[in-house]
């Protein structure tokens, strides 16, 4: 953003502050009539309308200039395969829609402040992407019915601010019954972090294929990281270094698998001769892996379009059929699971 455009967006969110004073409304009263939302009272909509017009203000959809709706996608960060492929999901289906999409991060802008900036932007929403939201967060989202969608929140939301997510649960019971059916036994699990809903229901379906097949579940050869290439690779060092070292191991993202890879490499293992290895995620980087990854593979460009409806939707008034919408995973077969040596 250059010096002359945050300027103007000062410029408009102050003036946009000046009319909800004025007008004895909130700043989202004030944004809701811009957006021409349909949850504002008559008589109001007709006084803010009035400020409007006496100010000078124009909606950026308005200007012959201007470029076409906006929403914003704001992150954790901007680095690793997953954040990368949901970026490009939110990007493509928003161009099918004619809408620009604005991308930030939680790193040095807090979400109460993207907040504020979806306002002072005009922009139609906001997806936020694996964050915590805080509860002042939550209660403004729901009190000021602001539009917004979270994509794999890290905490259940309030049952008013639709989520967005897939099969996790499913999706890994159905990893670990593929390395069972191969004839593993003895599978390992570099899980995500507890707090982390994903990451909790990845960790729940591997102990329950594991029950289903009668394995009992041994905390030895699990162990749970961030999502994180680094941290998985110690992970899988100290896991590949026990007692009874797997013969199999369930990563919970593609970047922690291949952590696992490279920890396999140095303790001289193959894989898949002496180590199989099943991802979550199939990203980009799963069929570049060597060998490739076989993954439980997430819809990313469907993650990005549902993002995006949702969050239109609920701009104009319509909110979604559910709080939770969950999409279905599918399993990819590569080169990076076979069966245990001893079987065939």
């Known amino acids: 953003m250059t010096v002359q455009d945050k300027g103007q967006l000062d410029a408009q969110y102050g003036l946009l502050t000046s009319i909800a004073q004025e007008a004895g409304v909130s700043l989202s009263t004030v944004s809701k009539v ?19 017009g006496r100010y000078g203000y124009v909606r950026s959809w308005d200007q ?139 960790l729940h379906g591997y102990r329950a294929a594991l029950e289903e097949a009668g394995i009992g579940y041994d905390p030895a050869i699990v162990s749970s990281t961030d999502f994180d290439y680094d941290e998985a690779l110690l992970a899988g060092l100290k896991i590949l270094r026990g007692e009874r070292p797997p013969t199999a191991v369930f990563a919970a993202s593609d970047a922690q698998a291949l952590g696992v890879l490279e920890a396999a490499r140095q303790r001289g293992l193959r894989v898949p001769d002496d ?23 997430q819809p990313f460009e469907e993650l990005g379009r549902e993002a995006t409806r949702v969050l239109l939707s609920a701009a104009e008034g319509r909110p979604p059929a559910s709080p939770r919408i969950e999409l279905a995973t599918e399993l990819i077969l590569r080169a990076s699971t076979a069966a245990p040596r001893d079987l065939r």
């Open 34 to 52: 811009v957006h021409r939302r349909r949850d504002v009272g008559a008589k109001t909509r007709s006084r803010v309308e009035e400020l409007l």
């Open 64 to 202: 012959e200039s201007a470029a076409s709706r906006q929403i914003i996608a704001v992150f954790r960060d901007l680095s690793g395969p997953y954040t990368l492929e949901v970026v490009r999901g939110i990007v493509d289906a928003a161009g099918e829609l004619g809408v620009d999409v604005v991308t930030g991060t939680t790193s040095r802008r807090s979400i109460s402040q993207w907040l504020e900036e979806c306002l002072a932007l005009g922009a139609a929403g906001l997806i936020i992407v694996i964050s915590m939201l805080a509860e002042d967060d939550q209660r403004r989202i729901v009190e000021q019915r602001l539009p917004v969608v979270l994509v794999d929140p890290l905490s259940a939301p309030s049952a008013d601010i639709p989520s967005i997510g897939v099969t996790n649960w499913s999706g890994a019971r159905e990893a670990v019954q593929h390395l069972l059916g191969l004839g593993h036994t003895r599978i390992a699990m570099v899980a995500g972090r507890s707090h982390s809903l994903a990451g909790a229901a990845r």
């Open 275 to 297: 180590l199989a290895v099943m991802s979550f995620d199939d990203t980009l980087v799963a069929a570049m892996a060597s060998p490739p990854l076989s993954a439980v593979r």
